[in-house]
C-alpha cells in the first residue's frame, strides 16, 4: 500500500483535487441532464394547463354559472341588514301594545310595563323545602275549570 500523500493530479504548487474519486465531467453532464428534465417537465406541465384550458372553455363556464341563480337558501350579501330588521321587529313587540285576541280581550303590553306588573301582583310562591323536612306532602295542584271534551283515541 502506498502511504505517501502525492498524487499524480496535483499541480507542483500542491493545489488541485483528486482526479481517481470524482469525475468533474460526469457531475458536470448530470447537472446538465436534470437541467434539461426539469425544463422539460415545466413546458410539459403549461402545455397540459393551455389544453385542458381550451378543451374546457373556461370563459364560457364562468359566464354560464355567473347567469345562473342558485337554488334557496343563497348566502347573504349583507347578513347585517337582516339582523337588524329582525331586532327592529322583536323590539317592535316587546315594547309596544297590540290586540293579541281581541275578542276574548288578551292584549300585549310593553315588557317594561309587564315586569312592574308582575312585580305589584307577586308571584304566587310555596316552600316545598319545609314539606319535605316537616314530611309533609306538597300541596295538589288547583283543579282547573272542568271541560266538556269528548273521549279521545276512542276510549
Avoid at 441532464?33 to 406541465?45: H, K, N, R, S
Avoid at 349583507?78 to 276574548?104: F, I, K, S
Avoid at 319545609?130 to 314530611?135: E, L
Wanted: proline share 7%; net charge negative; with cysteine.
Amino acid at each position: 500500500m502506498d502511504t505517501s500523500m502525492e498524487h499524480a493530479a496535483h499541480s507542483p504548487n500542491g493545489a488541485g483535487h483528486e482526479q481517481s474519486e470524482v469525475s468533474v465531467r460526469v457531475i458536470v453532464v448530470s447537472l446538465a441532464v436534470l437541467l434539461i428534465g426539469a425544463l422539460m417537465v415545466c413546458f410539459l406541465v403549461v402545455g397540459i394547463f393551455q389544453y385542458f384550458h381550451h378543451e374546457n372553455k373556461v370563459d364560457q363556464i364562468v359566464k354560464n354559472m355567473q347567469q345562473q341563480i342558485p337554488p334557496e337558501p343563497r348566502v347573504e350579501e349583507h347578513p347585517w341588514q337582516q339582523l337588524v330588521t329582525v331586532r327592529a321587529r322583536e323590539d317592535h313587540v316587546l315594547n309596544t301594545y297590540a290586540w293579541v285576541d281581541q275578542q276574548n280581550g288578551v292584549v300585549r303590553v310593553p315588557i317594561s310595563q309587564a315586569i312592574d306588573m308582575l312585580a305589584k301582583q307577586g308571584l304566587a310562591s310555596h316552600d316545598y323545602m319545609a314539606d319535605m323536612q316537616a314530611g309533609r306532602k306538597p300541596p295538589a295542584p288547583k283543579p282547573e275549570a272542568t271541560k266538556t271534551e269528548g273521549p279521545r283515541n276512542g276510549k
